[in-house]
C-alpha cells in the first residue's frame, strides 16, 4: 500500500507567520522523506531530503519525522510571499527513491503580503 | 549548468497521434524517472529507468513507452492507446546508487489533446 494523505489547502497565512504542512502515510516501509516545492507550471523542486525519524533544518525551513505516528511535518519560518506555492510531501523505502517516489497531491500555500 | 531538460515545453497532440517528450540530463545520474501530473493531483510514475537498455513500469504505464539508449536520455512516447494524455509530464532523474541523494526534476512538458 503506497497512500500518501496531504490537505489540497489551499492554506492562506499572513506574511511573517509560521507555517506548518503535513503529510501521513500507510506503509511502514517508508524511510527516505522529501519535500518538494513546485510553482505554478514549473517542475518541482527540492527543499528537504531527511531519513528516518528526526528534526532537519535548513534556513527558514525545518523537516520532522514521526516514523510511529506515521507522520512528516514542515515548518517554514518568517513566511515570505515568494513562498506562495504548492508543497508536495514525497517518500520512498529504497535509498534514492530508486523505484519511484509516491507523492502526497500537494498543499496549496498563499502567503499574503 | 548541471541539469534535466525537457522539450517541448508545450505539445499539442491530435486524438489518434503518437507523440514523443524528450528529457536529457548531464547530471551523470543512472536513474530516470517519468511522473504524470494532472490538476490536484500528486505525481504519479509512469516508467523508470535504474540502468541503460532496462526500464520497469510504473503505477500508470498504460498508454506509454520508454526506451533508455544513453544514460544521458529517457524519452517518453504517449501513444494513441492512451485516453486521457492530456497532463503536465515530468522527468527526474537520481543517483540512487547514493542512499543520501534523491530525484531531481526537469521543468517539465504540458501535452494538450486537441
Known amino acids: 500500500q503506497k497512500e500518501v494523505e496531504q490537505d489540497p489547502g489551499p492554506l492562506s497565512v499572513p506574511e511573517g507567520a509560521i507555517v506548518s504542512l503535513n503529510c501521513t502515510y500507510s506503509?511502514?516501509?517508508?524511510?527516505?522523506f522529501m519535500w518538494y516545492r513546485q510553482y505554478s507550471r514549473k517542475g518541482p523542486e527540492l527543499l528537504m531530503y531527511?531519513?528516518?525519524?528526526g528534526n532537519k533544518e535548513d534556513g527558514r525551513f525545518t523537516a520532522q519525522v514521526d516514523k510511529s505516528s506515521k507522520y512528516i511535518s514542515l515548518f517554514i519560518r518568517d513566511s515570505q510571499p515568494s513562498d506562495s506555492a504548492t508543497y508536495l510531501c514525497a517518500m520512498s523505502d529504497s535509498g534514492g527513491g530508486a523505484d519511484g517516489l509516491t507523492f502526497g497531491k500537494g498543499t496549496h500555500l498563499i502567503i499574503q503580503p | 549548468d548541471g541539469g534535466i531538460t525537457q522539450s517541448p515545453k508545450y505539445l499539442f497532440r491530435k486524438e489518434g497521434q503518437n507523440v514523443t517528450l524528450s528529457c536529457e540530463q548531464n547530471?551523470?545520474?543512472?536513474?530516470m524517472y517519468w511522473y504524470r501530473q494532472d490538476p490536484g493531483q500528486g505525481l504519479r510514475l509512469i516508467y523508470y529507468s535504474q540502468i541503460v537498455n532496462d526500464f520497469q513500469k510504473g503505477d500508470i504505464a498504460e498508454g506509454y513507452s520508454v526506451s533508455r539508449e544513453k544514460k544521458e536520455s529517457f524519452p517518453l512516447t504517449v501513444t494513441s492507446a492512451q485516453k486521457n494524455p492530456t497532463a503536465f509530464y515530468l522527468c527526474?532523474?537520481?543517483?540512487?546508487?547514493?542512499?543520501?541523494?534523491?530525484?531531481?526534476f526537469g521543468p517539465g512538458t504540458r501535452l494538450t489533446v486537441l
Open positions: 527526474a532523474s537520481s543517483a540512487w546508487t547514493s542512499g543520501t541523494d534523491t530525484q531531481y
Open positions: 547530471l551523470n545520474h543512472d536513474a
Open positions: 531527511t531519513y528516518s525519524s
Open positions: 506503509n511502514s516501509a517508508f524511510q527516505y
